[in-house]
Nanobody, 117 residues
Framework: QVQLVESGGGLVQPGGSLRLSCTVS????????MGWYRQAPGKQRELVAS??????????DYVDSVKGRFTISRDNAKKMVYLQMNSLKPEDTGVYYCNRANSPWSWGQGTQVTVSS
């Protein structure tokens, strides 16, 4: 049974930064590509950043709207995934979830990010 626990969200002004963390337990974490998803108010959840397994080189990919501002990383020893978010914009507001990049497991609670002045 996989458990995902996201943290690090909050209220931040436009232009600010946040670092999200995700703890993954009960899975073959090392062998899975991982991702951060965002669900904005009234919209469907979308994958905004992904990182391949270390065996596949840990390649990262981003949706165009966050390229150059967000950085995803992983720590296999700690079974954690991170999302560094810089130059935040109001349109980045939403609930952020981590999960497997393909064929997601059951979802965690997510962490709320609100970008507003």
């Amino acid at each position: 049974q996989v458990q995902l626990v996201e943290s690090g969200g909050g209220l931040v002004q436009p232009g600010g930064s946040l670092r999200l963390s995700c703890t993954v337990s009960g899975s073959m974490f090392d062998f899975n590509g991982m991702g951060w998803y965002r669900q904005a108010p009234g919209k469907q959840r979308e994958l905004v950043a992904s990182i391949a397994s270390i065996a596949l080189g840990g390649k990262t990919d981003y949706v165009d709207s966050v390229k150059g501002r967000f950085t995803i990383s992983r720590d296999n020893a700690k079974k954690m995934v991170y999302l560094q978010m810089n130059s935040l914009k109001p349109e980045d507001t939403g609930v952020y979830y981590c999960n497997r990049a393909n064929s997601p497991w059951s979802w965690g609670q997510g962490t709320q990010v609100t970008v507003s002045s």
